[in-house]
C-alpha cells in the first residue's frame, strides 16, 4: 500500500488522482475499522490470559482502563471478519427482458440486497450493490457478497464449482436440487411440488481466499435466497466462531409470508471444506 500510495502522489493527471485518491481512502478506512476490530478481540484474549482482568489489560497495553472500556464498546466484534475486511460488494445478478434495454431485477434479489447492505453497513463497511449483467463473466476483485445461482450467472456457477461438498443440479426436467457430493442426497423447493407451498431452499457459502473473502447465497429460486440471508445475518457470530479461517458450505429452508421469513430450518449443517 505504500507504494501505491507514492504512485498516486506522483500521478500527474488530476481526474485519474482524484479518482484513485478516492478509492484508496476507502481502503484505508476499512483497514482502520479492521484493525479496532482486531485490538478489541486481543483485549478480550489478553484478558482471558491475564486472570479476566481488563485492569491487568490496560497495564499491559499501555492504556488506561477507561480507554480499553471505550475501546471495547465503540469497536466492530468480532464476527465483522467473516465477510473480510473490505470494501465490499453486494452482487446481485440482472434480468434481461427482450423489449427492454435495461436490466431488470427480480422482488426477491432486490429485497436481499437491501437487507444485506443495511447488515453490513451496521458493521462498518463500506459496501457498494452491484447489478451483474448476466451475459459477462464477472467474478469479485475484493471482498463480497454473491447472490446467484448457477444458471443465473457464470460467476454463479464458477462458486458451485469450486465447493468441495454441495452443488446444485438440475434433474426431473426442469427442477433444481441442492445435493450433498458425499451421500448423493438431494434437496428440492416446496414451490415445484404438485401442491406448491411458499417455501424454499437456499445454499449457503464462505469462501476464504487469499487476501479475500467471498460469501455466496443461492436459492433454488430467488425467494430461498431471502432465507438464507435472514439465516446468515441471525447466526453470524455462532457461524464465525466455528469457522473463522476456513471456507465452508451449508443449506437451509424456509417458509414466507410474502418476502418475511416465519420459520428457517438448516437442512445440512456447516462444512468445512478440506
Not at 500521478?11 to 479496532?36: I, N
Not at 436490466?103 to 451483474?132: K, N, P, S
Not at 464477472?138 to 457478497?145: C, L, N, S, Y
Not at 426436467?173 to 448423493?184: C, H, L, N
Request: proline letters at 5%.
Amino acid at each position: 500500500m505504500d507504494e501505491e500510495f507514492e504512485r498516486l502522489r506522483r500521478e500527474p493527471d488530476p481526474v485519474r488522482r482524484g479518482r484513485q485518491a478516492t478509492e484508496l481512502l476507502a481502503t484505508y478506512q476499512q483497514r482502520s475499522v479492521e484493525l479496532a476490530r482486531l485490538r478489541r478481540a486481543a483485549i478480550e484474549e489478553a484478558r482471558d490470559q491475564l486472570g479476566g482482568s481488563y485492569t491487568e489489560v490496560a497495564k499491559a497495553f499501555g492504556l488506561s482502563k477507561g480507554r480499553v472500556t471505550q475501546i471495547r464498546n465503540s469497536a466492530p466484534p468480532a464476527h465483522r471478519a467473516f465477510f473480510g475486511v473490505g470494501p465490499l460488494d453486494v452482487a446481485l445478478v440482472g434480468r434481461r427482458i427482450f423489449e427492454r434495454e435495461d436490466m431488470v431485477i427480480a422482488a426477491e434479489d432486490d429485497a436481499v440486497g437491501a437487507y444485506l447492505l443495511g447488515e453490513v453497513e451496521q458493521l462498518a463497511f463500506t459496501a457498494e450493490r452491484l447489478v451483474v449483467d448476466p451475459r459477462e463473466e464477472w467474478e469479485p476483485t475484493r471482498d463480497a457478497i454473491v447472490v446467484c445461482g448457477p444458471a443465473s450467472a457464470h460467476v454463479g456457477n464458477a462458486l458451485l464449482n469450486a465447493d468441495p461438498v454441495l452443488g446444485m443440479t438440475i434433474a426431473d426436467g426442469a427442477r433444481w436440487y441442492i445435493v450433498d457430493k458425499t451421500t448423493g442426497e438431494r434437496f428440492g423447493s416446496s414451490m415445484d411440488d404438485q401442491t406448491p407451498r411458499r417455501a424454499d431452499v437456499a445454499y449457503l457459502a464462505r469462501h476464504v481466499r487469499e487476501g479475500q473473502v467471498i460469501t455466496h447465497v443461492a436459492g433454488v429460486h430467488a425467494l430461498g435466497s431471502v432465507g438464507a440471508a435472514h439465516y446468515l445475518t441471525e447466526h453470524l457470530a455462532d457461524l464465525y466462531a466455528a469457522h473463522p479461517d476456513e471456507s465452508f458450505s451449508m443449506a437451509v429452508s424456509a417458509e414466507f409470508d410474502s418476502l418475511t421469513p416465519k420459520v428457517i430450518d438448516v437442512i445440512v449443517p456447516p462444512r468445512a471444506w478440506a
